[in-house]
């Protein structure tokens, strides 16, 4: 996950305030020395009013996202300002900001500083300024409200996945949301795994009722799918960053399904035991990655990348709170950008609600961290030191994280391994069910009056091949689908950006799941450097030399030799 900027965080109590860490002046990238430096990235504006007014953008732009991380519990305080004081700085600059924007020449500027502009005006629309980050008023129950408006009923859903997603029953107890889908990976017996599933039935039941045409979730779609037809969904985006239609994508997720569903066999399993079976390969090795050497083993994998985590100063906010977002984000703290002449880095924050170790953990910890590597090489002028477009940003999170799933990278940062073929199944048995979610939201967004149970039940048995459960709104479990609508392409779409750039990075780099120590700078030079300034289409087509296809993601499922028969459970 890519941004909190959507996330109605709610407030949290600031139980666990964090010492700052000291800014660490020394990293220095490899690309600030003007050699290396491309022509197109000019870190200054041409026009003296336009370079006043980014200056004046990337204070409002820190002051945003200091108040989220205020806001998110981390902190109470950023360099000595607490919250009160960082409103007061947001709002004065902020008024200042939108005169000066008015006060702007709208004729006789570069073309830089013309996108520049731009830039800042799309990129401000997302501001919130903390206060928004988080809805008192609206709660999971207000979901049901039939007259709450379509925002609401988005942030309703979403303190769903707080409320009721932080606290689930089993055996007893309370897990969350992300340990009940660990256990699904991990627990062995049978009817276990079925109470493990069972446990998120009132997630389901808040999000999508009874399944009845005015559910919560069938409404929200409905607005979600007006709203996306009205400014562009998700879905079209990420058609748009690849240069193709809409139709395309559908089509192509359909192939990646496709080739998932030739290379599983024709055994029907459960949906309690899909994740299980996929997983051997988490349950191999689940007793090497206890809970507390997550970090460690993250930060050695990026040092053996070039690119050292702890130095750049980013935060971590990685173990669960009650109120705390219900899914791991990463999002900037502060914008890097030219103080005195020398380049000020960005800082990054990592939240996430950790209770367990293992496999699966460690590879979403090493995707936010991918986040985190593709922010802080961002080097251009205020207007764009942002994030890339959704589709790229998610896409080259995994760039790093899919080695977590290789024999060599567990061997060298585990000490074991498993079989390829084990460790293969459990990585894409993953994004096949994020290409699934793609592939049920683009439906959703075409016709939101299908029946979702009746359509995750059609693309679940037929591609993924697991027992048809329609009286189960069982796909409810990723935050983003209430949300975020739309937003789910970015992954499963994504894997084949992936996929594209983990093949180009090894053919001419050299392979990277062991570490290289020049890969950060070479991906910064090549990728990261340019921020929001560049589209994905342009990006990917100079990266690649060609535009991207589909086929290196095919490639890697191939990789996988099909299963004649294996017992439905075990
Ligand atoms: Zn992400």
Request: aromatic share 10%; glycine share 6%.
């Amino acid at each position: 996950m890519k941004t909190a900027v959507a996330i109605r965080l709610l407030q949290s109590l600031i139980t666990n305030p964090m010492k700052n860490p000291l800014f660490l002046g020394l990293f220095c990238s490899l690309i600030l020395s003007p050699k290396s430096m491309g022509a197109d990235a000019v870190l200054t504006a041409d026009s003296k009013k336009v370079s006043a007014v980014e200056y004046l953008y990337a204070d409002v732009s820190d002051a945003n996202t200091i108040l989220a991380t205020i806001d998110s519990g981390l902190l109470n305080s950023y360099q000595g300002k607490d919250r009160a004081a960082w409103v007061q700085f947001y709002s004065e600059r902020r008024g200042k900001l939108a005169k000066e924007f008015e006060s702007l020449p709208t004729s006789g500027l570069s073309h830089g500083d013309t996108s520049a502009i731009a830039a800042m005006r799309k990129q401000m629309k997302a501001f919130t300024g903390g206060g928004a980050l988080f809805s008192p008023a609206v709660k999971c129950k207000d979901s049901a409200r039939k007259d709450v408006s379509y925002p609401d009923l988005k942030a309703a859903l979403a303190a769903c996945f707080v409320e009721i997603g932080n606290s689930l029953s089993f055996e007893g107890g309370k897990i969350n949301r992300v340990s009940a889908l660990d256990l699904l990976h991990e627990t062995s017996d049978p009817s276990r795994r079925k109470a493990v599933f069972l446990a998120f039935v009132p997630l389901w039941q808040a999000i999508n009722g009874n399944n009845e045409p005015d559910s919560p979730y069938r409404r929200m779609i409905a607005g979600a799918a007006a709203e996306g037809a009205k400014d562009g969904s998700e879905i079209d985006n990420a058609a748009r960053d690849v240069g193709i239609d809409p139709a395309e994508v559908e089509r192509w997720l359909v192939q990646m399904l496709e080739a998932w569903g030739e290379s599983s066999g024709d055994v029907m399993v459960e949906p309690w035991d899909f994740r299980f079976q996929a997983g051997e390969a988490d349950r191999l090795l689940e007793t090497y990655i206890p809970r507390e050497s997550l970090q460690p083993i993250n930060h050695r994998y990026y040092r053996d990348l070039g690119a050292d985590l702890e130095q750049m100063g980013t935060l971590y906010d990685l173990a669960p709170r009650p109120d705390k977002a219900a899914l791991a984000y990463t999002e900037f703290v502060t914008h890097g950008r030219m103080v005195n002449g020398a380049w000020r880095p960005t800082v990054a924050r990592v939240s996430a609600p950790y209770e367990r170790g293992g496999l699966f953990v460690l590879n979403e910890l090493v995707h936010e961290n991918g986040h985190v590597v593709n922010i802080t090489a961002i080097r251009n002028r205020p207007a764009f030191v942002d994030w890339p477009s959704d589709l790229f940003a998610e896409a080259f999170a995994d760039v790093p994280a899919w080695s977590t799933y290789e024999p060599l990278w567990q061997r060298r940062y585990l000490g074991h391994e498993s079989p390829e073929q084990l460790s293969l199944r459990a990585l894409y048995s993953v994004v096949m069910l994020d290409v699934a979610w793609s592939l049920f939201e683009l439906r959703m967004f075409r016709a939101p009056a299908t029946d979702p149970n009746a359509l995750w039940t059609e693309i679940t048995s037929r591609y993924l091949h697991i027992l048809p459960h329609p009286e189960f709104s069982w796909w409810a479990v990723r935050v983003q689908l209430a949300d975020l609508p739309g937003y789910m392409v970015n992954y499963g779409f994504g894997a084949i950006l992936t996929a594209e750039m983990r093949e180009h990075i090894a053919q001419t780099l050299g392979p990277f799941d062991t570490g290289d120590s020049r890969w950060y700078g070479w991906l910064s030079e090549h990728l990261l450097r340019y921020g929001s300034e560049r589209d994905t289409r342009t990006l990917m087509r100079d990266f690649l030399g060609r535009p991207v296809s589909p086929q290196a993601f095919l490639k890697q499922i191939h990789r996988l030799k099909p299963i004649s028969s294996r017992p439905a459970s075990s």
